[in-house]
């Protein structure tokens, strides 16, 4: 089945260690988003890709930085973790981009603890 | 800018009872999609349904039911004859073209507890 996939499902890290979390996709989809979701709070968009076209959100921290190699894969780099990092953090995808019909699809997240 | 507003933080029913789950939105656009997301324990956001602004068709899946009202600015999602795997928080979402991309603006979410 065509899909959203996160991996790892949980990750720990330390305080300040860098991290790396990977979203892989075999929708053949052109956007690719991440969201950083705190308890009980609602996704927030961090960045998304337009094919290799990167688009930050204004308050996206500078600490937090993605990388699409290819159409099928993309990572969420967190260069120094703080506690307030940790989060659910969901990758999704889009067909396209711009136009406001096209549904997102979330793959399952990756938990993140900050020691 | 635009808003989603979700009033109702929690809602606990009794299996086989149906339950509404209220959005409330905020837009300066008149075109755009709503949307509602399931996200059970394990955290996946599950797609349920989208909408556009010009279609205000009700519209019934199984035991799911959307009402979208542009008057009110209201996409309401009913559950009917609740059942535990229904337990989950159920978000809102609004999309709508800004800047030349798709921006989602998610509402805070509605805790649902169905109790057997």
């Known amino acids: 089945d065509a899909m959203v996939i996160q991996n790892p499902r949980y990750q720990v890290t330390q305080f300040g260690k860098p991290v790396t979390l990977s979203c892989s996709q075999t929708l053949n989809h052109n956007v690719m988003y991440w969201y950083q979701q705190k308890s009980s709070q609602a996704p927030k968009l961090l960045f998304h890709y337009y094919d290799k076209d990167f688009n930050n959100e204004a308050d996206t921290p500078d600490n937090f930085q993605s990388r699409r190699p290819n159409t099928s894969f993309c990572f969420l780099d967190i260069r120094s973790p703080g506690l307030g990092d940790a989060a659910m953090y969901l990758c999704?995808?889009?067909?396209?981009?711009?136009?406001?019909?096209?549904?997102?699809?979330f793959g399952p997240g990756t938990r993140l603890l900050v020691l | 800018a635009q808003k989603v507003t979700q009033a109702q933080t929690e809602i606990s029913v009794v299996e086989k009872e149906d339950v509404t789950l209220d959005c409330v939105y905020e837009t300066r656009d008149t075109t755009y999609y709503l949307f509602w997301y399931k996200q059970p324990p394990s955290g996946e956001l599950v797609f349920l349904i989208r909408?556009?602004?010009?279609?205000?068709q009700n519209e019934i899946s199984g035991r799911y039911s959307w009402n979208f009202q542009k008057s009110t600015s209201s996409f309401n999602f009913t559950i009917t004859a609740s059942q535990v795997v229904d337990s989950a928080v159920y978000f809102c979402a609004l999309s709508e073209a800004v800047g030349g991309y798709q921006k989602v603006t998610f509402g805070i979410g509605t805790k649902l507890q169905v109790i057997p």
């Open positions: 999704a995808t889009s067909r396209d981009w711009g136009r406001t019909t096209e549904t997102q699809y």
């Open positions: 909408r556009n602004s010009f279609d205000e």
